[in-house]
């Protein structure tokens, strides 16, 4: 199993891509950390890890972006497993808007969770991180690298999101630390569930994908746990979209 006994913090793991991923490292021998902003949903995830057979799992209730909460759970999981191996940031919230219609509070809110969250776990879990072999893979989106139309705040802090992980990459190459991004195409969660509750837009924007169809959250997460594993070894700084093609190019005969 490639991730026997290696601790594994996974945010935003109370539902979605986020206990997908919990789940799929738990299957793979980690010991995982899952927080969620909900305490709830993140006693549901580390309940269902353990049932897998896992060796542990601890729970956290945490809001991502603020410090003394991050810096709180920084404490319990490195009390109960020493050190952490592979952090995964992935919660996030969305929006839908156009510039002149998206309200300041939201377009705050998400940049404070999708972006500061990111940031600020990254800073206060960094220096538990195992050196050399620590690995950071951020949650953006295929949003984040070419522009979809009615999502302003959303795009922005994913597109931002793939730029702190260059960056991220760059600064912490020299201590054997990778960081990498997953860039998501549009997965059937809670959070698009809306989205999709028309048929006819579902598949309409299933078209929109080469491969005809929306992603799984277990699509991602088998990414994600290629980027966190040594098989992306030689792998750092980079945004790997899994969007069936959507990024590719227009799947039309024009």
Not at 30 to 47: Q, Y
Not at 81 to 109: K, M, T, Y
Not at 133 to 142: K, L
Not at 226 to 251: C, H, M, N, Y
Request: aromatic share 6%; with cysteine; glycine share 10%.
């Amino acid at each position: 199993m490639r991730f026997e006994s290696k601790s594994v913090v996974v945010t935003g793991a109370g539902s979605g891509l986020g206990r997908a991923a919990a789940l799929a490292f738990a299957r793979e021998g980690a010991r995982l950390t899952v927080i969620d902003v909900s305490g709830e949903a993140a006693r549901e995830t580390a309940e269902e890890i353990t049932g897998l057979g896992a060796e542990q799992a601890l729970p956290l209730a945490a809001d991502v972006a603020d410090s003394a909460a991050v810096q709180q759970s920084v404490k319990a999981s490195v009390a109960a497993f020493g050190r952490v191996d592979v952090l995964l940031n992935n919660a996030g919230i969305a929006v839908r808007h156009p510039v002149a219609e998206q309200d300041e509070e939201s377009w705050d809110e998400v940049l404070r969770v999708n972006l500061r969250g990111v940031f600020v776990c990254s800073k206060y879990f960094l220096p538990h991180l195992r050196r050399p072999g620590g690995v950071i893979v951020n949650t953006s989106s295929i949003v984040g690298l070419v522009g979809v139309r009615n999502r302003a705040a959303y795009s922005t802090s994913k597109g931002a999101v793939v730029t702190l992980t260059k960056n991220m990459a760059l600064d912490y190459a020299p201590e054997g630390i990778r960081v990498n991004a997953v860039c998501p195409g549009f997965v059937r969660t809670a959070m698009t569930s809306k989205l999709f509750a028309d048929a006819d837009r579902e598949q309409r924007i299933a078209a929109m994908h080469p491969l005809g169809r929306l992603a799984t959250p277990e699509d991602i997460a088998s990414a994600i746990l290629f980027l966190a594993s040594e098989d992306a070894g030689f792998i750092t700084g980079q945004a790997l979209a899994v969007d069936g093609g959507f990024t590719a190019g227009r799947p039309e005969d024009v």
